[in-house]
């Protein structure tokens, strides 16, 4: 599996406040963004598997609406967790 206990402890603990940390906004947008990734190099090599590739569409808005929501309460947060996962707006 591609996302076991031991990862998703390793990238809650680096964007989040600990590693058990995982209702934080940012902890949250950074695991979208690992599983993202993922599912974006499945669909180049699997460009027909239309179930997966709407599941990252569920997947990117989920994303987008944590980012919203970090936008509109702490500026600041928003852009150290853009800058530390290099998205664009």
């Excluded at 919203?68 to 852009?79: C, F, K, S, T």
């Excluded at 967790?81 to 290099?86: F, N, R, S």
Aim: net charge positive; no cysteine.
């Amino acid at each position: 599996m591609y996302l076991d206990n031991a990862k998703k402890a390793e990238i809650f603990g680096q964007y989040g406040k600990s590693a058990t940390d995982t209702g934080s906004a940012e902890s949250q947008i950074a695991l979208f963004t690992y599983r993202i990734k993922h599912l974006t190099e499945h669909l180049k090599a699997n460009h027909k598997d239309y179930r997966t590739a709407r599941s990252l569409t569920q997947l990117v808005g989920k994303r987008r609406a944590l980012l919203d929501y970090l936008y509109d309460r702490d500026i600041n947060r928003y852009r150290a967790i853009v800058k530390a996962l290099g998205l664009r707006k």
